[in-house]
Nanobody, 126 residues
Framework: QVQLVESGGGSVQAGGSLRLSCVVF????????MGWFRQGPGKEREAVAA???????IYADSVQGRFTISQDNAKNTLYLQMNSLKPEDTAMYYC????????????????????WGQGTQVTVSS
C-alpha cells in the first residue's frame, strides 16, 4: 500500500521561505508522476507543481518563478521549495502520486492522481 507523508509546513511572514517534503512508502517501483496541490479555505484543490519520471516539470502561473519542485529518488522524497511567499499562498498543501502517464502540458487535475498524503498546513501572514 503506497503511503505519502508530508512535512515542512508552518507559519511564516510574507517574503519568507519554506521547504515541503513528501516521503513515499510502501511501493515496489517509483510513481510515474508526483505533484503538489493546495486547498485554501472555501476553495477547490488546485495544482501547484508536478514532476514526472523524466524530470519534466510544470507550475501553476501563480507560483512560477517562486516555487521549485524536485525529487530525490534515492530518498524516495519529493520536495517543494517555496520562496517569496505571499498571504495568498496560505493553504493546506498535499502531495500526490500516480503510476499512470500524466501529460504535463498544463497543471494537472487532482483526478489524475490516485495516491494522496494527509497534507501539511502553510500559513503566510502579511
Amino acid at each position: 500500500q503506497v503511503q505519502l507523508v508530508e512535512s515542512g509546513g508552518g507559519s511564516v511572514q510574507a517574503g519568507g521561505s519554506l521547504r515541503l517534503s513528501c516521503v513515499v512508502f510502501g511501493y515496489s517501483w517509483s510513481p510515474y508522476c508526483m505533484g503538489w496541490f493546495r486547498q485554501g479555505p472555501g476553495k477547490e484543490r488546485e495544482a501547484v507543481a508536478a514532476i514526472d519520471a523524466d524530470g519534466s516539470t510544470i507550475y501553476a502561473d501563480s507560483v512560477q518563478g517562486r516555487f521549485t519542485i524536485s525529487q530525490d529518488n534515492a530518498k524516495n522524497t519529493l520536495y517543494l521549495q517555496m520562496n517569496s511567499l505571499k498571504p495568498e499562498d496560505t493553504a493546506m498543501y498535499y502531495c500526490a502520486a500516480d503510476y499512470a502517464f500524466v501529460p504535463l502540458l498544463a497543471p494537472p487535475s487532482p483526478r489524475d492522481f490516485g495516491y494522496w498524503g494527509q497534507g501539511t498546513q502553510v500559513t503566510v501572514s502579511s
